[in-house]
């Protein structure tokens, strides 16, 4: 006997809430399809997965099909919007309808509008819920943890190069200097392209002109030339030389 009043309950149970969920959903069906035309009014049943049947659907997800505090928090916090939801429109649906039949006074557009705003903003909720689900699968959360600390390790690791790189960018720097200034030094910068007599010429210039010995005889000629004539010169006559005169006369 117990256990026959224990099934009747449970039956009565189970009765109550397959009718009153089928009232909820047959008000907000109602509402629904008032905000749509008449070929769209198949529609309307999708909608009812943000409301009755997207409580039952979050329902079973919860008991069966979560895991981790991420999926069962998700599950439960859209079983209770989704049931304010479905409580929020059957009842303006109701109202609307009692307006309509004179017992009470007529909803004003904008309480309307923002019922249907709300409507929207619910099916959106349920939409969003479903991608944190299944982003919130443990294994996609351990997952993600991995690469979090990946990236941590790759932070830390360019943060101690470049400190690294800080603390010796100045020896390194006089290291270059160093090799720089030793390579600057040893550079052979004579001209390549001056002929060689020429660069003869000009580094004579610098470090003094070497004689050629082709040219020793000639100057051997012009110093007995010049000793010849001093020799020679007659007391109290002075020598001029032809070469210069034209200069003192200038």
């Known amino acids: 006997m117990k256990h026959l009043t224990k099934w009747i309950g449970k039956l009565l149970f189970v009765l109550m809430a397959v009718s009153l969920i089928t009232y909820a959903a047959s008000r907000t069906l109602d509402f629904v399809n008032s905000t749509l035309g008449q070929d769209d009014q198949m529609i309307g049943y999708l909608a009812l997965f943000a409301t009755t049947g997207g409580a039952l659907a979050w329902l079973a997800v919860f008991l069966w099909d979560s895991e981790g505090i991420a999926q069962k928090g998700i599950s439960l916090v859209m079983i209770i919007i989704d049931v304010l939801g ?98 600057e030094r040893t550079k052979d910068r004579s001209d ?21 010995r082709g040219d020793l005889p000639l100057v051997a000629a012009e110093t007995i030339a010049v000793k010849l004539k001093e020799e020679t010169k007659p007391s109290g006559v002075t020598f001029q030389d032809p070469n210069t005169a034209g200069n003192h006369d200038n």
């Open 86 to 183: 479905e409580i929020t429109l059957f009842t303006i649906d109701t109202l609307l309808q009692s307006g309509a039949n004179g017992l009470t006074a007529t909803l004003a557009p904008e309480e309307i509008r923002l019922t249907v705003l709300g409507m929207s903003a619910l099916i959106g909720a349920n939409i969003i819920a479903t991608f944190a689900f299944h982003i919130a699968n443990p294994e996609n959360i351990e997952r993600i943890e991995a690469h979090f600390a990946d990236w941590q390790i790759d932070q830390a690791i360019r943060k101690a190069k470049t400190e690294a790189a800080q603390s010796i960018a100045g020896e390194i720097a006089e290291r270059e200097a160093q090799a720089y200034k030793i390579a």
């Open 192 to 212: 390549k392209t001056l002929p060689e007599a020429t660069l003869r010429d000009v580094l004579g210039g610098i470090f003094g002109r070497e004689t050629k």
